[in-house]
């Protein structure tokens, strides 16, 4: 089993940053991809970025150029680091890592809340 747990998150004003991180464990050789995701309020889960274990990486449009994510593949952890924040980017923010099964593992989530 895949154990993600992220940490980071937190009250931030608009134009601010945050980091969030992801800590894997249990059979992490199992993962191919790693990813956040995010879900706010009334709202379906959307994708916000993925890595790959090569360290190919893809972005939602609407964050490209405001978010980096990136992988420590010493420590088994994956960031996502996010600056200009946006009240729009208030949401949970979920770790997620496809499995070569092709199942997903999920974190529980870290609310990002963006005042304005």
């Known amino acids: 089993q895949v154990q993600l747990v992220e940490s980071g998150g937190g009250l931030v004003q608009a134009g601010g940053s945050l980091r969030l991180s992801c800590a894997a464990s249990?059979?992490?050789?199992?993962?191919?991809?790693m990813g956040w995701y995010r879900q706010a309020p009334g709202k379906q889960r959307e994708l916000v970025a993925t890595i790959t274990s090569s360290g190919t990486t893809n972005y939602a449009d609407s964050m490209k150029g405001r978010f980096t994510i990136s992988r420590d593949n010493a420590k088994n952890t994956v960031y996502l680091q996010m600056n200009s924040l946006k009240p729009e980017d208030t949401a949970v923010y979920y770790c997620n890592g496809r499995l070569i099964t092709g199942l997903d593992s999920w974190g529980k989530g870290t609310l990002v809340t963006v005042s304005s």
């Open positions: 249990g059979t992490i050789f199992r993962i191919i991809t």
